[in-house]
């Protein structure tokens, strides 16, 4: 067998039935773009079902993929067999090879068979196949064509070796290739044992051959309704994770490079030995394989929550995050483990590098939900099993399950953990009954993930007035509170679209209060975050959202307890988060007054973003900002920040405030009353703008303002990016970092750093030119050996070779030395010059009028390393991507001049 990494497994695989004129056709995302029917995809021919049903054609009729898939819900629901099991997972690659009306079970047959005997290189003697009871076809194929010995070829029932798509439509017969664990035992007890689906065999490779077409159901497999499909197809599958454990020759797919990196990751961060880790495996499996999940499902868009596909991704990290407390995590943790996924997947699946900060963010930031109730919840977990151990009972109510889920937010399989490891049950039906008892109760909504329409929140709005719970003009709205905290009563929940009396962990919600001290996102200044929280109640807030006139709801996630309409509510403003917000709103007021005395008062405010993070301001201006410009404007805001002057805000009659001076955003409409913003010392005024944002109260608050950003966004409109605060010293703090690393790099200070760096930048170009000059005398040097020794294709005269290391300019000037030495031929050189191959071709002016044409050949040759050029009749140059198939090109160059 030949040992393999990951990524030569599956490379192997595509690569082989590309040879085989398959098409290579990237994984689709694992949430089905086709199949409302499933969750997830579950197998390669998911994004193919629709082509295998004749709904949709593809421009080939031979498929391969590594296709993403996913296996926790319905009956591929195997959470439980992950960590105890050594091969069971919730994400795996599934290998597979499509023909659609093309080849059949003979070929099929033997792609497989030549794949795992000769590329893999398995032992003949180590395999044994089964098919189905009636496909005589196959078994002939195996036992004939193949030369498999019978004794190693099952005839199997319906229940292993016949697939169907649905009770009718499409269905055929099936064959799997399976891997002997325990040759010893002997051929004689191979078929008993294939029989029987005992340990000694690994099923490695499913071929299903679709056949037929049921038009009736056929419960007891007669065949009666089966009619022969008029383009029949194959479907193959094949998990990676088996595959290459069985390469490898290790007992488990967590031992293989898939697996071992993430697993180590963990363990480098419990500080465990290697032993301490064997001995308590189970823990480190979850983790790996849950891991695996979140990340591929948060990178194809499936983001934690309560309901659908999105519940999955909240159960394997919450699980995961659970099994981290059995090796000691009492803090988020896993989001540094997904740096460990990222680098074993992310060369093939891409996509996982390029939102790799976006997915561990997501990572943690579910993480730090669980563990606010996780201790709690475990707790009164632990209690309930106490309490049934003291009375001899050894199965957990459903409707305590239910409370820990609905309350806590435990998920019901961290429950189901818990309690098994423990040596007790769960009461499933009545925990779901509770589940739907609760559903209609709370009056849940219809639809996963929908929002409340406009006659909804209006209809919330008449009554909440009628019954005396809001004012005439609604929700009152005090966001400009020194300390943004506010009690009032529930007075609406809306959940998927529609409102209810009550909501439960897990549920994202919109709450309505009496009063808010929330800022709802307006004018460039994103809203609050922050929590609301009642008798035994959390609701973390994510958004705000003006629903309609009047009526403001604060969108959320329960995070424990059960929230209910009148309950009492503590709504309070993540301080921390808003005071960076203001002074990154204050801080484009700053910016907008700088911009107007520096580049004069044409400029006008095009629009903002003000978040925590950092400040973006577009503004009127036809030219780019200068960097000495941005430099004086950068001094100039800095300079008023520390002159800390006061931010006082004030409502007057918009007709005052324009009278007065006031800037207003371009486009923006305005009430009778506006409120303003002035920044000003005594007397001297800086900036005076309408504004119904928060600010800091003095501009010292500020702390520092930097530009780390100019460019253009339309015509005549301009973006500067810049940050403030907190933003603004850890920008300097990794400035000075990577200042001071490139700085001992170079063996010099920061300040004599430039200098250093233009020294050495002299060098290298000295250097490059005096390397150039030695590459074209080796090269006319190598040109002077060859044109003494032309061969000649089909009367024509031609130099035809292999120059490595020459830059593509070279091989010009060397087209230019062969029309100089040679009146009547044909020149071809290519060159793998920075890992990307290089092709040259010049044909004298004689031969171009016999029908030699350079860029006709060229285009030809370059398709061949995957690139593409053309030129003139004499001379012609293209690159491509593949170095290796630069001898095939110039043998192509050959027979084309040959044809000619």
Not at 7 to 29: G, I, T, W, Y
Not at 217 to 246: F, K, N
Not at 772 to 783: M, P, V
């Amino acid at each position: 067998m030949k040992r393999m990494t990951s990524a030569q497994a599956r490379q192997a695989f595509l690569d082989f039935f590309e040879e085989m004129n398959h098409k290579p056709v990237a994984s689709s995302s694992l949430v089905p773009g086709n199949d409302p029917t499933i969750l997830f995809t579950n197998a390669g021919m998911v994004q193919f079902k629709d082509v295998f049903l004749g709904l949709d054609k593809r421009d080939y009729k031979r498929a391969t993929t590594s296709q993403k898939c996913m296996r926790v819900a319905g009956k591929h629901n195997d959470l439980e067999e992950v960590g105890p099991s050594p091969r069971h997972h919730t994400f795996f690659e599934m290998l597979g090879n499509f023909s659609f009306g093309d080849y059949f079970k003979r070929d099929a047959i033997r792609y497989a068979y030549d794949l795992l005997t000769k590329v893999y290189g398995l032992p003949a003697d180590r395999l044994a196949f089964t098919v189905y009871q009636n496909d005589d076809e196959a078994y002939g194929i195996w036992v004939n064509d193949i030369g498999v010995d019978p004794k190693r070829v099952a005839r199997m029932g319906p229940k292993t070796n016949f697939w169907q798509m649905a009770d009718t439509g499409p269905c055929g017969p099936t064959s799997e290739i399976h891997w002997d664990k325990f040759p010893e035992m002997g051929t004689d007890g191979i078929l008993d044992a294939l029989v029987k689906e005992d340990d000694r065999f690994l099923e490695l490779w499913n071929l299903v051959f679709m056949q037929f077409n049921r038009t009736q159901a056929d419960p007891d497999h007669t065949g009666q309704y089966d009619t022969p499909l008029p383009a029949p197809g194959v479907d193959t599958g094949m998990g990676l994770e088996r595959i290459l454990s069985v390469v490898n020759g290790v007992e488990t797919n967590y031992e293989t490079d898939l697996f071992m990196p993430i697993i180590e990751a963990t363990q480098r961060l419990t500080g465990q030995t290697d032993a301490e880790r064997d001995a308590n495996i189970v823990p480190y499996r979850v983790i790996a394989d849950h891991i695996r999940a979140a990340v591929f499902l948060i990178a194809d868009g499936v983001l934690p929550g309560a309901k659908g596909r999105d519940s999955v991704c909240r159960l394997v990290l919450r699980r995961a995050a659970r099994f981290g407390t059995k090796l000691g995590f009492n803090e988020p943790f896993l989001g540094i483990v997904a740096d460990a996924v990222i680098d074993v997947m992310g060369g093939h699946y891409t996509e996982l590098v390029e939102r790799a900060d976006a997915i561990k963010k997501v990572i943690t930031q579910e993480e730090i939900r669980f563990r606010r109730t996780l201790d709690r919840g475990l707790t009164e977990l632990e209690t309930e099993l106490n309490n049934l151990k003291a009375e001899n009972r050894t199965e957990l109510p459903g409707t305590i399950a239910f409370y820990l889920k609905a309350t806590l937010g435990l998920p019901i399989q961290v429950i189901k953990d818990v309690a098994e490891e423990s040596g007790f049950t769960v009461d499933m039906t009545g925990f779901h009954a509770e589940e739907d008892r609760h559903a209609k109760v709370s009056g849940g909504g219809q639809a996963m993930g929908e929002i409340a329409t406009a006659d909804t929140y209006n209809e919330a709005l008449v009554q909440l007035k009628a019954a005396k719970l809001l004012g005439e003009k609604g929700v009152v709205y005090t966001p400009y509170m020194k300390k943004p905290v506010v009690s009032d009563q529930v007075l609406a929940l809306f959940r998927d679209g529609e409102r209810v009396e009550s909501v439960m962990a897990g549920d994202k919600v919109e709450v309505v209060l009496g009063h808010t001290p929330f800022y709802v996102e307006a004018g460039g200044q994103v809203s609050d975050t922050g929590t609301l929280t009642g008798k035994g109640w959390l609701i973390e807030v994510e958004a705000m959202h003006r629903a309609v006139g009047g009526l403001i709801v604060h969108v959320g996630e329960v995070i424990e307890g059960t929230p209910k309409e009148g309950d009492e509510a503590l709504a309070e403003v993540d301080l921390s988060r808003r005071r960076d917000i203001t002074r990154n709103h204050t801080g484009t007021h700053l910016l907008h007054a700088a911009l107007r005395n520096h580049l004069g008062t044409h400029v006008q405010q095009r629009g903002s973003l003000v978040a925590p993070d950092r400040l973006r301001f577009d503004f009127a201006h036809d030219q780019r900002v200068t960097p000495e410009e941005l430099s004086q404007i950068e001094s100039e805001v800095n300079s008023v920040i520390l002159a800390n002057y006061p931010v006082h805000s004030e409502e007057k009659p918009l007709a005052q405030a324009r009278a007065e001076g006031a800037m207003a955003l371009f486009g923006e409409k305005y009430g009778e009353t506006v409120r303003t913003i002035v920044i000003a010392e005594d007397s001297d005024r800086y900036s005076y703008e309408l504004c119904g944002g928060v600010h800091v109260g003095e501009t010292a608050e500020i702390g520092a303002f930097l530009i780390v950003s100019e460019g253009s966004v339309s015509a005549g409109i301009r973006r500067i990016e810049a940050l403030t605060g907190h933003g603004a010293v850890e920008y300097v703090q990794r400035s000075l970092d990577t200042l001071g690393h490139v700085a001992a790099r170079l063996g010099a200070t920061p300040d004599e750093s430039a200098h250093r760096v233009e020294a050495l930048q002299d060098e290298l170009a000295t250097s490059k030119k005096h390397i150039a000059q030695l590459q074209r005398e080796l090269a006319r040097n190598r040109f002077n050996e060859m044109i003494g020794n032309l061969e000649t294709i089909n009367g024509v005269p031609a130099l035809i070779a292999q120059l490595d290391g020459l830059p593509v300019d070279t091989l010009r000037e060397m087209s230019d030395w062969f029309r100089d030495r040679v009146p009547s031929g044909v020149l071809v050189l290519g060159s793998a010059a920075d890992d990307r191959p290089q092709l040259v071709v010049a044909v004298t002016d004689d031969l171009t009028k016999q029908g030699l044409h350079a860029g006709k050949i060229i285009k030809d040759i370059a398709a061949v390393v995957g690139g593409g050029g053309g030129g003139r009749p004499t001379m012609a140059q293209a690159g491509g991507k593949d170095t290796a198939q630069l001898g095939a090109a110039l043998a192509k160059a050959r027979q084309l001049i040959a044809a000619k």
